[in-house]
């Protein structure tokens, strides 16, 4: 006699959990299959309106029982699938298959991290993994502390929030205006955009953060640096915050990191490395000498859903001093009344923008306990050498113009036929057109930006090289073609 269908309304967790998942697990996987050969690419062929027209095809024809699968089937088939070694455009990680098992666990049994009493294990594996973490940024575990965020976007709201709190604390007037002047935050023109939405945010204005000149490898000038801070302070205003990035969106660049130690110390101002990017380098044995410095940061970002392989999202925020914290402190007595946390019962509630929050830690305590910092350095050095390669290989492509070389996994270029004399607008128009033809044929995911300064000829492609598992003929077949895309696109 064949077994009872599994309920509609099944639940995740409890005693009857597992075995309302086993068979709509299968259902997934099956859909899976099925959806990544139907796509047989890196992402489906079609405009956006032929892709919004699938999906609100299959919206109306998924009812019961038929859904999961159909829309499995249908997400599987519409993907930009990071996995495929020609979605090659973003920092955005084919994750590891025992990081979204992990990750599985923690959306059955759905632990809330904003009191113990919602999450008791996971409370304390955060804590521990956040130690870890702190240890490998170079900080003592003892003093440091942190909390998982949602990326680099919210754990640098979460700096510069600290950085104003501490440096604006008993030097503000009655009208709200700082005693000692106008707060300015200070970042490179290749700082990530997140920099300024914290500063309005913040209630700063985007105004307040004062770019620094950057290199050709967008890495920020030491030089330059000290000249804006000595600026900044003789115009009577308050440089509250130094932002260093390890690791830019488009190079990888890093900044001097012990210079803007140095220099923030001298300033007074509150130091914040956004290494979201970069700071998968402190795995490699290799690469970890480029972040020499971070360690002196008051507060870090990391990313572990980019080089680290995790399924989204998995940011992290790290302080070097716990009593730094003090702002974000709060009390709810429905989540932690005092009496709770005198008993021994912790909470996080404090360390933390939000409330309700996943547990994001149980991926990343699983992913390192199951490859050690050793096996995922390998990967981190797997796709280095992938960029290197990749590097090597435009310099020996005629049509192909390199900008620089790489630092952790992204290669910045362009395409340009040997010889031309185009005028710089076009080889702009013809490099975004290339890529969209790219996309519309389902044949690639190449990246697209823009150097700093005016005018046209700043466009440029870029490869974010961050499988492991991808190999150099496979980055070639890439590189083919965007060259081959390229002389089929002609400028208007």
Same mark, same amino acid.
């Given at each position: 006699m ?6 509609l309304?099944?639940?995740a967790?409890?005693?009857?959990g597992?075995?309302?998942l ?11 299959d099925?959806?990544?050969g139907?796509?047989?690419?890196? !992402?489906?062929? /079609?405009?956006? %309106? &032929?892709? *919004?027209? =699938? ?6 024809? +998924?009812? $019961? ?30 994750p ?5 098992a ?5 959306s ?16 304390? !594996?955060e804590? /521990?993994?956040? %130690? &870890?973490l *702190?240890? =490998?940024v ?5 003093? +440091?502390? $942190? ?9 640098n709201?979460?700096g ?8 604006l ?6 009208d709200?205006?700082?005693a ?14 997140s920099v ?6 913040l209630?700063?204005g ?7 000149p950057?290199?050709?490898?967008l ?15 003789w115009?009577?205003?308050t440089?509250?915050a ?13 900044d ?12 007074g ?9 970069g ?5 490699s044995?290799r ?11 008051d ?11 995790q ?8 302080v070097r001093?716990?009593?730094?914290y ?8 429905y ?5 709770d946390?005198?008993?021994?019962y912790?909470?996080?509630?404090g ?11 149980f991926?990343i305590a ?14 981190v050095d797997?796709?280095?050498e992938?960029?290197?390669g990749?590097?090597?290989?435009v310099?020996?492509?005629?049509e192909l113009?390199?900008?620089?070389e790489?630092?952790?996994?992204t ?14 607008a076009?080889?702009d ?11 519309r ?15 046209p ?7 974010t ?14 590189l083919h ?12």
């Amino acid at each position: 006699m064949p077994d009872e269908p599994i309920p509609l309304d099944a639940l995740a967790g409890g005693v009857d959990g597992p075995g309302a998942l086993g068979p709509l697990l299968a259902t997934v996987l099956d859909a899976l299959d099925a959806g990544t050969g139907l796509r047989g690419g890196p !992402l489906p062929a /079609g405009t956006p %309106a &032929e892709i *919004a027209g =699938l999906v609100a095809e299959g919206l109306r024809g +998924a009812h $019961g029982r038929g859904a999961l699968a159909r829309l499995t089937e249908l997400l599987a088939y519409g993907a930009a699938d990071p996995a495929d070694p020609a979605c090659a455009a973003h920092l955005h990680c084919p994750p590891l298959a025992v990081a979204a098992a992990a990750d599985l666990a923690v959306s059955a049994l759905n632990p809330s991290q904003d009191s113990w009493d919602q999450a008791p294990a996971a409370t304390a !594996l955060e804590t /521990g993994l956040l %130690a &870890e973490l *702190a240890a =490998l940024v170079g900080y003592d575990p003892a003093q +440091a502390t $942190g909390v998982l965020t949602s990326g680099g976007t919210e754990s640098n709201l979460m700096g510069l929030m600290l950085a104003r709190d501490q440096k604006l604390d008993g030097i503000v007037e009655l009208d709200g205006l700082p005693a000692g002047g106008a707060p300015r935050i200070i970042a490179s023109h290749a700082a990530h955009f997140s920099v300024q939405r914290a500063a309005a945010l913040l209630g700063l204005g985007e105004r307040a953060v004062v770019p620094v000149p950057v290199d050709r490898h967008l890495r920020m000038e030491p030089a330059a640096l000290e000249r804006v801070l000595a600026e900044v302070t003789w115009a009577g205003q308050t440089p509250i915050a130094l932002v260093a990035t390890a690791g830019t969106t488009d190079t990888g660049a890093i900044d001097p990191l012990h210079a803007a130690a140095d220099l923030a110390a001298r300033y007074g101002a509150w130091l914040h490395v956004d290494a979201a990017y970069g700071g998968g380098a402190l795995l490699s044995e290799r690469l970890a000498p480029l972040l020499d410095g971070i360690e002196r940061a008051d507060s870090v970002s990391l990313d572990w859903h980019k080089l680290g392989w995790q399924p989204a999202a998995a940011g992290v925020f790290l302080v070097r001093q716990a009593e730094s914290y003090v702002s974000l402190a709060r009390r709810a007595e429905y989540l932690n009344p005092a009496d709770d946390e005198h008993a021994g019962y912790p909470s996080l509630l404090g360390r933390s923008l939000r409330t309700t929050r996943r547990a994001d830690a149980f991926k990343i305590a699983v992913t390192l306990r199951t490859l050690g910092r050793d096996g995922l350095g390998l990967l981190v050095d797997a796709c280095h050498e992938l960029a290197l390669g990749a590097a090597k290989a435009v310099r020996g492509e005629p049509e192909l113009e390199l900008y620089c070389e790489p630092v952790l996994t992204t290669v910045v270029f362009r395409y340009r036929p040997p010889g031309s004399s185009h005028d710089p607008a076009v080889l702009d128009e013809v490099n975004g057109g290339l890529r969209r033809l790219l996309l519309r044929s389902g044949r690639a995911v190449v990246g697209r930006t823009e150097l700093p300064g005016e005018g046209p000829g700043r466009v440029r492609l870029k490869l974010t090289l961050l499988n492991p598992h991808t190999t150099p003929a496979e980055v070639g077949a890439l590189l083919h073609e965007v060259v081959r895309a390229g002389r089929e696109t002609k400028p208007s």
